[in-house]
């Protein structure tokens, strides 16, 4: 866990900012005036899992492990918390959570992550922001505060560009050629990188990991694709196309709503400069496009401590 500033004054109050995603949860406290007091890590957390005792279980395991972390450091007064995947049930989420920190459930506020990460780029109706991280969705939120998505409706419909996509590609690819010549992997930098990545060269390796695994863990197959991109033409295109599937989504907002600045930000929109640059070329050349390192847990937390003070 990284404290980037000393110990708070215990009579301060503090704001809990969580930022959940497919492969990592982030978290910060915020002091007066916005101040990062602390901030740590733990495992990948969705509002998807709710949807099985298993998945409950884990939920509840991880904000246990959240909330140890956190009182640490002092006990928040209200939490903003963002999760992948919510579609509104905050009722279990705040219940659980409210318990760990001693809190009544009314100060505990759970969103879709990405309303968080648009709020950490822009001010509503400022611009569009793309977020590529193991999905991946177009977002704009109005003047009046209304919520608009383009894409993100999850990785068996599409999240084209997402970390999980790319992983599916690369799978996709080398498994077609095997079809066809037997033995082409071995000639593939893209293939010996998936295949050490997964285990083995096996196709039984390949089934395990992508219909046994979370979707997170599925997506950082994309790091191993990226990784051969000057070496592999075929991984190099996966990108490519990964780049044209997120300058789809801000095209689809652009088209929606007008022209506006357009932010690019998540871990699989950093893999390879082939993917911004694919983007970039790919959207209208009158659209401002930024790639930005979003700290969604550190809007969370400021969030937090604003819901608290009206």
Not at 34 to 39: D, M, S, T, Y
Request: net charge negative.
């Amino acid at each position: 866990m990284h404290d980037p500033e000393q110990q708070q004054d215990s009579t301060e109050p503090l704001g809990l900012g969580i930022d959940a995603g497919g492969t990592q949860t982030r978290w910060a406290l915020a002091g007066p005036g916005g101040r990062i007091v602390a901030e740590g890590t733990t495992g990948g957390l969705s509002a998807l899992q709710l949807g099985s005792g298993e998945g409950r279980e884990a939920v509840q395991a991880t904000f246990a492990a959240i909330a140890r972390a956190v009182l640490a450091h002092g006990r928040p007064v209200a939490v903003r918390a963002g999760l992948t995947g919510f579609g509104g049930e905050a009722e279990p989420l705040q219940r659980w959570l409210g318990e760990q920190l001693g809190l009544e459930p009314q100060a505990l506020v759970f969103s879709n992550d990405i309303e968080i990460a648009y709020l950490a780029s822009f001010r509503p109706g400022d611009g569009y922001l793309v977020y590529a991280g193991t999905g991946s969705i177009g977002a704009f939120i109005d003047a009046r505060g209304s919520f608009h998505r383009a894409g993100g409706r999850g990785v068996v419909l599409d999240d084209g560009g997402g970390g999980f996509w790319i992983a599916r590609e690369a799978l996709r690819h080398i498994w077609r050629l095997e079809d066809e010549r037997p033995g082409a992997w071995e000639s593939s930098p893209m293939a010996h990188a998936v295949f050490q990545h997964v285990g083995g060269s096996d196709w039984s390796f390949s089934r395990q990991f992508i219909y046994g695994r979370e979707r997170g863990e599925v997506g950082k197959l994309a790091i191993a694709v990226a990784a051969t991109a000057e070496r592999d033409p075929a991984a190099a295109a996966i990108l490519r196309e990964a780049g044209q599937e997120l300058a789809r989504l801000a095209t689809a907002l652009i088209q929606r709503f007008g022209p506006r600045p357009v932010a690019l930000a998540g871990r699989a929109a950093e893999l390879h400069p082939a993917i911004v640059d694919t983007m970039r070329a790919a959207l209208p050349p009158d659209i401002t496009l930024s790639q930005t390192g979003v700290c969604a847990h550190y809007a969370a937390a400021r969030l937090a401590l604003g819901q608290c003070s009206s």
